[in-house]
């Protein structure tokens, strides 16, 4: 077969001969309109072992597209994503979990093509691409794919089982209701113009994933919920990539779970238990959106746009923020065990103190780590250097400032 030959070809091609190899591979592919139907029905049937092969490996949707925009083109990009959903026509709706779904949508993987042999003809006419550019294009990706390595799989795979029952209700399917409420008392404070409405918003949602988080240890300990650690990806990315993961595994640890760094692909590898690894999601976002406007702004002056203190005022803002985060665990932690409980509805009622928590969030924590060495047999530390002091002051003042109350809230547990 042309497609399975010039693949082949490229897929083996040292550095040196690339060029080569794809020269002569699109060329192959796109000599004559008149077979380029055929080849377009074959591009999407190989989709189906391309990607299949890189789901198998411990890839997910998110991880190829964000490989993809790394190391290749826009137009590379918008191939892999009807790849993926090409791809996805061979599973069942309902069959991948509940973050393998919410990557779909947030790709917006679609097949919008009028049946399989004109799709190669609709796409180059969408991207005003020739026949060999589009060969071109499409030997580059699947090169770029078929060489990547098995890595630590964060979940199921389509078709096999998920580790437990999906989560109903919320906006997101399978989303908890409790999520789903803070996710939009977090958007109603990044929306508003008045701090103090902000600050209180946030506060709100802190405490509601605060108390969630407890209540899930608690479940555990008591027998009625046998949940396990589970994990996600979470994309870090140039510039600075070294603070930002600081920033993550602030975080990360301050809500009982652990951050390892794949900086060749651009990606942490989060572990805890699924509600904490849905609130550091979103309090890692809000804190690096917020870090980043704080840098932009600290940057107008000065020796401000230099490295040096770019890079030192993502350290220092990532190792305040990892004080804070600890301090607000602690007292959420403590006002639990000594029985202040937080209902849905926000109001506060008075429990008899509980002393499984302490020994129940202990279990956790463990379980995390035990699941960490499991995935990761192999770890090393990095260190990130502070070289520059006026950015390490301006990073820690910028942290003092972080609305950070509500997410960090949702990360504690």
């Known amino acids: 077969m042309l497609l399975e030959q010039a693949v082949r070809s490229v897929l083996t091609a040292p550095d040196g001969t690339l060029d080569l190899a794809l020269d002569t591979g699109a060329s192959l592919l796109a000599a004559s309109a008149g077979q380029w139907p055929a080849v377009s029905r074959a591009?999407?049937?190989?989709?189906?072992?391309?990607?299949?092969?890189?789901?198998?490996?411990?890839?997910?949707?998110?991880?190829?597209?964000?490989?993809?925009?790394?190391?290749?083109?826009?137009?590379?990009?918008?191939?892999?994503?009807?790849?993926?959903a090409a791809e996805g026509r061979r599973h069942p709706a309902a069959a991948p979990d509940r973050r393998?779904?919410?990557?779909?949508?947030?790709?917006?993987?679609?097949?919008?093509?009028?049946?399989?042999?004109?799709?190669?003809?609709?796409?180059?006419?969408?991207?005003?691409?020739?026949?060999?550019?589009?060969a071109t294009t499409l030997l580059e990706l699947l090169?770029?794919?078929?060489?990547?390595?098995?890595?630590?799989?964060?979940?199921?795979?389509?078709?096999?089982?998920?580790?437990?029952?999906?989560?109903?209700?919320?906006?997101?399917?399978?989303?908890?209701?409790?999520?789903?409420?803070?996710?939009?008392?977090?958007?109603?404070?990044?929306?508003?113009?008045?701090?103090?409405?902000?600050?209180?918003?946030?506060?709100?949602?802190?405490?509601?994933m605060a108390q969630h988080s407890i209540d899930e240890a608690l479940l555990a300990a008591a027998g009625a919920d046998r949940d396990a650690p589970a994990a996600l990806r979470i994309g870090v990315d140039n510039p600075y990539e070294g603070p930002k993961t600081m920033l993550l595994d602030a975080v990360a640890a301050a809500n009982r779970c652990r951050v390892v760094w794949a900086k060749e692909f651009g990606f942490c590898t989060v572990v805890g238990f699924d509600?904490?690894?849905?609130?550091?999601?979103?309090?890692?976002?809000?804190?690096?959106?917020?870090?980043?406007?704080?840098?932009?702004?600290?940057?107008?002056?000065?020796?401000?746009?230099?490295?040096?203190?770019?890079?030192?005022?993502?350290?220092?803002?990532a190792a305040r923020i990892r004080e804070r985060l600890t301090t607000a665990t602690e007292r959420a932690t403590s006002a639990a065990a000594a029985g202040r409980h937080l209902r849905e509805d926000g109001t506060e009622e008075q429990l008899l103190p509980d002393e499984r928590l302490l020994?129940?969030?202990?279990?956790?924590?463990?379980?995390?780590?035990?699941?960490?060495?499991?995935?990761?047999?192999?770890?090393?530390?990095?260190?990130?250097?502070?070289?520059?002091?006026?950015?390490?002051?301006?990073?820690?003042?910028?942290?003092?400032?972080?609305?950070?109350?509500g997410r960090t809230g949702e990360l504690r547990r």
């Not at 191939?79 to 993926?84: F, G, K, N, S, Y």
């Open 43 to 84: 591009v999407l049937g190989h989709a189906d072992t391309a990607v299949g092969r890189c789901w198998s490996a411990g890839w997910r949707p998110a991880d190829l597209v964000r490989v993809v925009r790394r190391e290749l083109k826009p137009v590379h990009l918008a191939l892999a994503v009807d790849l993926i």
């Open 100 to 134: 393998w779904q919410e990557q779909l949508r947030e790709l917006e993987t679609e097949v919008w093509w009028q049946g399989d042999d004109g799709y190669l003809a609709a796409f180059a006419h969408r991207h005003r691409l020739d026949r060999f550019a589009l």
């Open 143 to 208: 090169r770029t794919w078929g060489r990547l390595p098995p890595i630590a799989p964060v979940g199921p795979t389509p078709g096999q089982a998920a580790p437990r029952a999906e989560r109903s209700a919320g906006p997101v399917p399978g989303e908890p209701r409790m999520l789903a409420r803070i996710r939009a008392l977090l958007a109603k404070a990044e929306s508003t113009e008045y701090p103090e409405e902000a600050e209180a918003l946030t506060a709100k949602a802190q405490q509601l």
């Open 275 to 317: 509600g904490d690894l849905d609130g550091v999601e979103l309090l890692y976002t809000s804190l690096l959106v917020q870090a980043t406007h704080a840098l932009n702004k600290a940057g107008s002056g000065r020796d401000s746009r230099t490295k040096a203190f770019r890079q030192s005022f993502l350290v220092a803002y």
């Open 359 to 405: 020994p129940a969030l202990a279990a956790r924590s463990e379980a995390v780590d035990e699941e960490v060495g499991r995935l990761f047999p192999k770890l090393v530390s990095q260190r990130v250097r502070v070289s520059d002091g006026e950015g390490w002051a301006a990073g820690r003042a910028a942290a003092d400032r972080a609305a950070l109350h």
